[in-house]
């Protein structure tokens, strides 16, 4: 399993940033698949998640109405749109499979990670 | 759904028994995972459905549960185990953390 995310950097409050997560090593049709982030020196905070087929999608309530997740299976890719950004959302952003060993397990392997910066 | 970790911070010799605890505000049956986050790293998954280890984990992990209190367990650290540890609940959207506990030498 390798998952990538790419599209970080700094971004000025109020603008907009698309994230992507590069799926490979298992068949990225089949799993749900999560967002999460991590302010500097902070916590894990769950973010998002999408349905293998691209619906349904869930949000936690800190981002919901300004962040979308969405996927394109043909790619195996994942996206989180940001918008209307704000400095809070400063932090990494990890995308996330989840799993079923026949029941559902929840989040078994993470990305890297991607930084986003929002400063004036 | 709230998740209760204690205590924030642990301070534990190489060899010794470690746990660490997790509380659900609410029933989640066993929908409980563990993960180990390195600093600078990715986190990675420990323990699932609140008692099982993942293929990849050292058997010297463990989890526990006793209706909505659950416990991470190491027996025996090894200087690589030094982490901070999250549990999460994945019982209902939205999924929850912990607030983490950092292990320190």
């Known amino acids: 399993v390798q998952l990538v995310e790419s599209g970080g950097g700094v971004v000025r409050p109020g603008r907009s940033l698309r994230l992507s997560c590069a799926a490979s090593?298992?068949?990225?049709?089949?799993?749900?698949m999560h967002w999460a982030r991590q302010a500097p020196g902070k916590g894990l905070e769950w973010l998002a998640v999408i349905s293998f087929d691209g619906s349904p999608k869930y949000y936690a309530d800190s981002v919901k109405g300004r962040f979308t997740i969405s996927r394109d299976n043909s790619k195996n890719t994942l996206y989180l749109q940001l918008n209307s950004l704000r400095f809070e959302d400063t932090g990494v952003y990890y995308c996330?499979?989840?799993?079923?060993?026949?029941?559902?397990?929840?989040?078994?392997?993470w990305g890297q990670g991607t930084l986003v910066t929002v400063s004036s | 759904i709230q998740m209760t970790q204690s205590p924030s911070s642990l301070s534990a010799s190489v060899g010794d028994r470690v746990t660490i605890s997790c509380r659900a505000s609410q029933a989640i049956r066993n929908n409980l995972a563990w993960f180990q986050q390195l600093p600078g790293k990715a986190p990675k998954s420990l323990i699932y459905a609140a008692l099982s280890v993942q293929s990849w984990v050292p058997s010297r992990f463990s989890g526990g549960q006793s209706g909505t209190h659950f416990t991470l367990t190491i027996s025996g650290l090894q200087p690589e185990d030094f982490a901070t540890y999250y549990c999460?609940?994945?019982?209902?959207?939205?999924?929850?953390f912990g607030q983490g506990t950092t292990l320190e030498l």
């Open positions: 090593g298992f068949t990225f049709t089949s799993f749900d």
């Open positions: 999460q609940q994945y019982f209902d959207y939205p999924y929850t």
């Open positions: 996330a499979k989840d799993d079923y060993y026949g029941d559902y397990i929840g989040i078994d392997h």
